[in-house]
């Protein structure tokens, strides 16, 4: 898995990360969907897309939008689920966030369409707490070792 930091609508793979943003129903968080224009402000007001792509026979990927301590939708395309590519983006990015901020923020908003990914947080040790889902530095689990992150 390769992770890419997108911070502006300039950047190469923009374009495919509001695709998959902007397509994808059964994994996404709060099946939030952006305009260019929308995009455009979340990122310069300090927030970014960070990408994971996986390199194997499925050649999809996933994006978190990060905004402070919080991860505010989490896609991924479901051609790859059961094989747990999206544990590994959310234990390294709520690594990183705790580290930075003492806590990481999930935003979960349940759908019809997002049945598959409601328990996406609960797995990786964050807890609901005020309409979120949080987690602090030393209650995180691990990433799963059979993914590598390069």
């Known amino acids: 898995m390769s992770r890419l930091r997108i911070t502006a609508t300039d950047h190469p793979r923009f374009a495919r990360a509001c695709e998959l943003l902007n397509k994808s129903n059964q994994f ?3 099946v939030q969907r952006w305009s ?4 455009h402000g979340f990122l310069a007001g ?3 897309i960070e990408a994971f792509e996986v390199a194997d026979r499925f050649t999809r990927y996933g994006l978190a939008l990060i905004e402070g301590a919080a991860i505010v939708q989490y896609v991924r395309s479901c051609r790859d689920l059961g094989l747990e590519v999206e544990a590994c983006p959310i234990a390294v990015l709520a690594a990183e966030l705790a580290a930075q901020h003492g806590e990481a923020r999930g935003v979960m908003v349940a759908t019809e369409a997002n049945i598959l990914c409601r328990t996406l947080y609960e797995k ?3 807890v609901a707490l005020d309409g979120h889902w949080v987690v602090r530095a030393g209650m995180l689990g691990p990433a799963p ?3 590598r992150l390069g």
């Open 46 to 48: 300090g927030g970014r």
């Open 145 to 147: 070792v059979h993914i």
């Open 28 to 30: 996404n968080t709060t």
């Open 36 to 39: 260019p224009q929308a995009m």
């Open 124 to 126: 990786a040790r964050f």
